[in-house]
């Protein structure tokens, strides 16, 4: 599992600032109790300078360190003692100036170890949902709000099978897809006229997939290859672009939204290979959507990309007739 290093940048700075406004609180702790006081302060100098002493005596020479640590010790021991009476008597709990940590896992660190701990990963979802939220409607867009009734059940003459049976098929396999989504997984091409959920099913298929740790980039075809011009042209930031050509193809799961909308050139199909071709080597997985027919893109594009879509992508067809009007 690949993360996002735009967003996970976003999570340690939100970390951080969450870290920053823990020590406030402490520190805010600290100077209400030595307000009340004074003696609490003078005790915890004290404290500090026993580390000192205790870290002197190790290195002093003629000096038995053993027993001057352990004298530090004592003296510690029995400063901590007058410490505790002190908050008992204010009538606080005898740990409320110990150091506290939102996350005690990490120390707020958002590391155990070399892992990340579930801190920075919650924090992590958190900066994905916002990020896809920019573009979708994640808090409307569930499998559960799919609605199949509003597909045609009568059976289509030319198949034999109603819209409402296929698109039925199409959303076992996308909600499916979505929970077990994995390295191993398809790529998919969702084929169909306007207005039959492809977008939707994709949204849902972004929510839940980025919902269960995975990196996710959702992106219109048109959005995409906006992108590769401002990075090979210049227009706009450049730097923003190349950090989203970057997203977009070392992610673990991009959505390319309405492929074949947008305006065709040589460099949108030459764009469109190298954003194929970079994930497919890299084994990382591509769900797109269209409205054109398979043979409608050929007319389109390259024989290398068309080559690719029939080969390495799972066909998903999407029946019926535009819902749009029915939602």
């Keep these: 599992m690949s993360l996002d290093g735009t967003l996970l940048r976003r999570a340690k700075e939100a970390l951080d600032r969450r870290r920053e406004e823990n020590e406030r609180a402490n520190a805010r702790r600290r100077e209400e109790v030595y307000r009340r006081c004074p003696r609490i302060q003078r005790i915890d100098r004290e404290l500090r300078e026993g580390v000192a002493s205790a870290v002197a005596a190790a290195f002093s020479r003629g000096t038995d360190p053993v027993e001057a640590l352990n004298a530090v010790r004592e003296a510690n021991l029995e400063l901590q003692e007058q410490r505790a009476m002190e908050l008992v008597r204010l009538g606080l709990p005898v740990d409320y100036l110990d150091e506290k940590y939102i996350c005690p896992k990490c120390r707020d660190t958002g590391y155990n170890g070399t892992e ?140 390319l939204d309405d492929l074949g909308t947008e305006f065709v050139s040589p460099f949108t199909v030459s764009a469109l290979y190298t954003l194929l071709n970079t994930r497919l080597a890299a084994g990382r997985k591509t769900v797109i959507s269209s409205n054109l027919t398979l043979r409608d893109l050929g007319e389109r594009y390259s024989a290398p990309i068309m080559s690719r879509l029939t080969g390495e992508f799972y066909l998903l067809r999407f029946a019926g007739t535009d819902i749009r009007g029915r939602v």
């Design 116 to 255: 990340l701990c579930s801190c920075l990963m919650e924090l992590y979802r958190e900066e994905q949902r916002r990020d896809l939220s920019q573009l979708l409607k994640l808090g409307e867009q569930t499998f559960d709000s799919f609605d199949l009734n509003l597909y045609d059940d009568r059976p289509d003459p030319a198949t034999g099978a109603s819209p409402r049976s296929v698109m039925a098929a199409v959303y076992d396999f996308c909600s499916e897809y979505a929970r077990n989504f994995s390295k191993s997984s398809l790529n998919v091409f969702m084929q169909g006229g306007p207005g039959l959920g492809k977008t939707f099913l994709s949204t849902c298929i972004a929510k839940v997939v980025s919902e269960r740790g995975w990196s996710v980039v959702y992106e219109t075809a048109g959005a995409a290859f906006g992108k590769y011009e401002a990075e090979k042209f210049g227009r706009g930031d450049q730097e923003e672009a190349r950090r989203d050509i970057r997203r977009m193809e070392g992610c673990d799961l991009l959505i």
